[in-house]
């Protein structure tokens, strides 16, 4: 367990949730540099993502010609980019009990195509 949480970077929302993800993780957790480098962009398509939530908000769903908005795509992938990220810093289940990692997974892996192939 880490005795000071690191300041977060300069970049993330004061009070967005880049930064609360930043001290949760960090709070329990020593990560290394690879590590701290993963998690900053985790934390920085949290805020890209309430971003985004926020001018679909205002905006809508729908364009005034009733084509979806090209929002609604940069969502998607921000969520994909965003859970890769979280998934290979293989997280613990539990923070306040950091004491083992899951085991190494795949889930930052690429979509297969038919016959096990990577596409």
Known sequence: MTEKIPPAPSGLKRNGRGRA????????????????????????AADLLDDLAA??????MVLPDGRPSPLLVE??????AFSRLL???RLP????????????????????????KSA
Do not use: M
Not at 22 to 36: F, K, N, S
Not at 75 to 80: C, F, H, P, T, Y
Not at 93 to 116: M, S, T, W
């Open 21 to 44: 993800l930043w001290r949760a993780v960090l709070g329990p957790l020593d990560l290394d540099l690879h590590e701290r480098f993963l998690l900053h962009e985790a934390c920085r």
């Open 55 to 60: 001018e679909l908000a205002v905006h809508g």
């Open 75 to 80: 969502v998607r992938q921000q969520r994909v």
């Open 87 to 89: 998934a290979s810093l």
């Open 93 to 116: 289940e539990d923070l306040a009990d950091p004491g083992k990692r899951p085991q190494r997974r795949g889930a930052a892996r690429g979509v297969y195509a038919i016959g096990g």
